[in-house]
Every structure is written in C-alpha cells, then in structure tokens.
C-alpha cells in the first residue's frame, strides 16, 4: 500500500536527518569525517514495499582543512593513515586527531588519555618495537668533552712579540680565545688558548691554560699552526691533545682540539667555530614532536633526544573501519588488517607539526541536502495524510 511505502520513507528520512544532523553539529570537530545515509528500496518478492537506510558511507579519504595551532604537540596527517592508541581494555584504536601529551606516569597519550603507540628508540638510530611510548621525565647525565673545534682566521698582519709568552702579559701574545669544557661530573672548566706569532714565516704557536693557571713560554710546549703561501694549513688535520684533571672528584679526561678550517690571510683576526661536545647534566623540561614523527625531549642544558617514533596505520579499506567515540575508528574484518609504518614511509602520509586537521564536513552540501530531507519528507507525510483522507471518506460512504 502507498500508506506503508511512505511510512518506510518517513522512517528513512528521519534516519539521513540523523545523519545530515550529526555532521553539522561536528563541523568544528578535530579530526571528523562525514557520513552519508544512501537510501536503498524494499521489496516483498517481486512488489516494491518502500525504501529504507541500506547503508553509510563514510568520506574517510577526504582530508579536512589545516588548522594550525602552533602547539609543540599537535600534529595533523597529511595524506592517508591513522594515528594509533591503546584504551585501558587493550584495544587499538585508529584517529585523525594528534593532540598528545605526557600522563603522570610518563606515558605519551592522546586527547582521549588512551596510550599513543610508536617505535621506541634504540641503540644506533634503529627503532624498536610498537608499543607504548615513554617519555623519560627525569635527569640525564652528564657527558665530559672529548673534542674542541676551533675554527678562524689567524692574521698575517699580526706582529712577533718582542718578548717570551707570559699569559700574564698581554703584549707577549696577539690573541686570546676561551672554550668550554665538560669533565664526568659535568661541572665547565675553561680552556684558554693564547695565539703567538712565530717568528718563522706563516706559522703561529698556541698556548694553553685550563682554568685560568698561569703559562708561561719556559713551562709550557705550544700547538704550532702552519700555513702555506695561500694562508690555507700546511697540514690537515691540526690538532693538540690536553689533558684535565679536575679536583672535584671527576675522573681525569683527555681532549683534542681540532684547528681544521683555520686561515692566515690578512686582515681582521676572527672567530667563526669555537665548539666543543660534551654537556652538564639536564632536567627534562619539555617533550616536542618533529614532522617526521620523532618525539623528542627537551632538557634544561639544550640537550635533546629522540625517545620514540609515532606510528601511522593503513588499511587495505580504510572506509569499511567501524566508528567509536573520542572522533576514532576499530578495525573490522572488511577494513583489513592494519599496516603500521612512521610517517612518510609507504602508504603512510607526512606530519604536519604544530597543527590540527578539522572536520572534512561541507556545510553548504549539507544544508542542502537538509533541505531536501525536509521536501521528501513534506511529500511522504502528504502521502500519510492524504491516504488517511481517502479511508476516512471510505468509511464514511459506508
């Protein structure tokens, strides 16, 4: 009976509303992907009986707008893929959202407190397994100095020195530069090196103090520098081997200083490297992420390291993944089995760090087709209403 088909289409329209509904109201949602309801007839037998919800599509493929935010630990994918977490009940879960932080255990999770899943680091820069990342909130220790480099330009217009070197005496050197160096307590000493113009063509003489100790040229063997006609070193590498021994316990440590790259041409003397590794021990302070999924710490000496590596999942049929709460998606027997790769490798899409993706939702479409919802509906109900008329009138002629 028509009373029956537009009753099934009243139903149906009610069920798209829900829809068309849902997806407006989570048009500002991070990381939300628009359905649809796709209508699909009823029969009974060869007799067509009206019309219902076959299915919903989701319109997972179609990637939302950048929304930067500027957060150290936000990032959207850009391209295909899922962030993953683990719930308290051990289940994956799979999410366009990248709003992540550190729980008080020291667990990274996501904006729904599940645990983010990624590689841990390992020993020389391979990764470890999937599971939980873990974000050390701790100190570390301290790493003592094993190399300075110095890099610069020793002056051909430099003078000799009248007078032996005599730290103590500015005149009997033509320059002076400091280096900081780290012993295995992390505490600095200083290394000074007074640069002396030899009387021998193209050549200079270094000297050395640690911690301000006074040097003199009778009491100490200086690096000698040379350089050939073109101002370039005579030989490469140059380098001088010191020893610290320091007085606070550390243990003693020798280092080099590496003088490749330095130059004699004239004019003004300069500095452009004066480095050395090694660093004081550190207080975590913060935990960031990069664009190529690494989670780094931060520590209060400008210390950095790569703690983890977030995962990105595929799948075969990324549209067939069941929908759950907190804007997140299960795996399904038609969706496949999932591909856990880092960003930007395979099928995996890049990070983009520092911001969000929104909700792929258009909203004019969806006004639309609100609209016309609203006009089937009308018509169905007018069918309902007019079917009720004609068995009113029916029953009255009785």
Do not use: C
């Not at 550190?102 to 899943?117: E, Y």
């Not at 640069?195 to 193209?202: H, L």
């Not at 000698?224 to 006609?229: K, L, R």
């Not at 907190?326 to 969706?335: G, I, L, M, Q, Y």
Request: net charge negative; aromatic share 8%.
């Amino acid at each position: 009976m028509s009373f029956d088909s537009a009753l099934s289409g009243v139903r149906a329209i009610n069920e798209q509303l829900e829809t068309v509904s849902n997806n407006i109201a989570n048009s500002g949602t991070y990381g939300f992907k628009a359905s649809r309801a796709n209508f699909s007839s009823v029969y009974a037998g060869e007799q067509a009986n009206g019309v219902e919800i076959g299915s919903r599509t989701q319109n997972i493929g179609l990637n939302g707008s950048v929304q930067t935010t500027g957060r150290a630990m936000d990032a959207m994918i850009a391209g295909r893929g899922f962030f993953v977490s683990r719930d308290a009940q051990g289940l994956m879960n799979y999410s366009r959202v990248g709003i992540f932080s550190v729980d008080k255990h020291g667990k990274l999770v996501d904006s729904g407190n599940r645990r983010a899943q990624g590689y841990g680091a390992a020993q020389g820069g391979a990764l470890g397994v999937l599971g939980d990342i873990t974000v050390p909130t701790g100190q570390i220790p301290a790493v003592a100095t094993t190399k300075i480099s110095y890099v610069g330009n020793l002056s051909s217009d430099w003078t000799v020195p009248v007078t032996a070197f005599d730290s103590s005496d500015s005149a009997t050197y033509n320059m002076v530069k400091q280096s900081v160096v780290f012993d295995s307590l992390g505490s600095q000493h200083t290394v000074s090196q007074y640069f002396v113009k030899n009387a021998t063509a193209n050549k200079v003489d270094v000297y050395y103090a640690i911690d301000g100790a006074a040097v003199k040229a009778a009491t100490s063997t200086p690096t000698s520098i040379a350089f050939d006609s073109k101002g370039q070193l005579a030989a490469t590498p140059t380098i001088a081997t010191l020893t610290l021994t320091p007085t606070n316990g550390a243990a003693t440590q020798t280092f080099t200083i590496d003088y490749s790259g330095t130059t004699q041409f004239a004019g003004q003397a300069l500095t452009t490297t004066n480095s050395s590794d090694g660093y004081a021990s550190g207080t975590f302070v913060g935990v960031e992420l990069s664009n190529d999924g690494s989670v780094i710490a931060k520590y209060s000496n400008e210390q950095q390291q790569v703690i983890g590596v977030l995962a990105v999942a595929t799948f075969p049929d990324e549209s067939a993944l069941t929908a759950v709460g907190d804007t997140s998606w299960v795996a399904n027997d038609r969706s496949g089995m999932a591909l856990y790769e880092r960003p930007g490798v395979g099928l995996a899409g890049k990070l983009n760090t520092g911001a969000l993706e929104g909700s792929n939702v258009d909203i004019t479409a969806e006004l639309v087709g609100l609209m016309t919802s609203q006009r089937n509906y009308q018509a169905n109900s007018k069918v309902i209403s007019t079917e009720s008329a004609m068995m009113q009138a029916l029953m009255q002629a009785m």
